[in-house]
T-cell receptor, first 111, second 112 residues
Framework: KAGVTQTPRYLIKTRGQQVTLSCSPI?????VSWYQQTPGQGLQFLFE???????NKGNFPGRFSGRQFSNSRSEMNVSTLELGDSALYLC??????????FGPGTRLTVL | DAKTTQPNSMESNEEEPVHLPCNHS???????IHWYRQLPSQGPEYVIH???SNVNNRMASLAIAEDRKSSTLILHRATLRDAAVYYC?????????????FGGGTRLMVKP
């Protein structure tokens, strides 16, 4: 079974730009969650989508948004990028509340 | 979610057992104890979870104190591949969704 895939794996943007990251969950998984990981703040929950609806949201500004498509693939968007948005963005999928499967992440660098 | 406390780092020798502690004194009766680990340059991966009884799987064992205020993840024979950051997380099944609240975790270093 293929794992969670995230594209692109690496991305460099400049301040003020926007970026879209993509996540393809494991087949059959309807829940997709996004996390931001930085050296200073660690792993922080961004939001979760289930059957195309946002089910949970973390404490991030409105510049961070996401969506989920009918095939469970998900995208997250960050508008008006700031230097502090440089991070590893991780996507996780699951079919239950027991175990989440994480992708390898997208490393975003904002210059 | 209730808070967990873990040592920042631990060291182990290869092929020896490793006991990774986690304190969760404010755990509620419905909170499950989950462990994830993050290998270098990878996303976290699920290790094990439990509620009250000790649990075993192919990766590790989870020993839960009788009062549930602490737990210990046991790696029976550490390998170099087990070098990772280990996260102890509490989750209630009554919380909607799959949000995980990660703390700082324990960085395990394994010496050959």
């Amino acid at each position: 079974k293929a794992g969670v895939t995230q594209t692109p794996r690496y991305l460099i943007k400049t301040r003020g730009q926007q970026v879209t990251l993509s996540c393809s969950p494991i087949s059959g998984h309807r829940s997709v969650s996004w996390y931001q990981q930085t050296p200073g703040q660690g792993l922080q929950f961004l939001f979760e989508y289930f059957s195309e609806t946002q089910r949970n949201k973390g404490n991030f500004p409105g510049r961070f948004s996401g969506r989920q498509f009918s095939n469970s693939r998900s995208e997250m968007n960050v508008s008006t990028l700031e230097l502090g948005d440089s991070a590893l963005y991780l996507c996780a999928s699951s079919w239950s509340t027991t175990e989440q499967f994480f992708g390898p992440g997208t490393r975003l660098t904002v210059l | 979610d209730a808070k967990t406390t873990q040592p920042n780092s631990m060291e182990s020798n290869e092929e020896e057992p490793v006991h990774l502690p986690c304190n969760h004194s404010t755990i509620s009766g419905t909170d499950y104890i989950h462990w994830y680990r993050q290998l270098p340059s990878q996303g976290p991966e699920y290790v094990i979870h439990g509620l009250t009884s000790n649990v075993n799987n192919r990766m590790a064992s989870l020993a839960i104190a009788e009062d549930r205020k602490s737990s210990t993840l046991i790696l029976h024979r550490a390998t170099l591949r087990d070098a990772a950051v280990y996260y102890c997380i509490l989750r209630s099944p009554y919380n909607a969704g799959n949000m995980l609240t990660f703390g700082g975790g324990t960085r395990l270093m394994v010496k050959p």
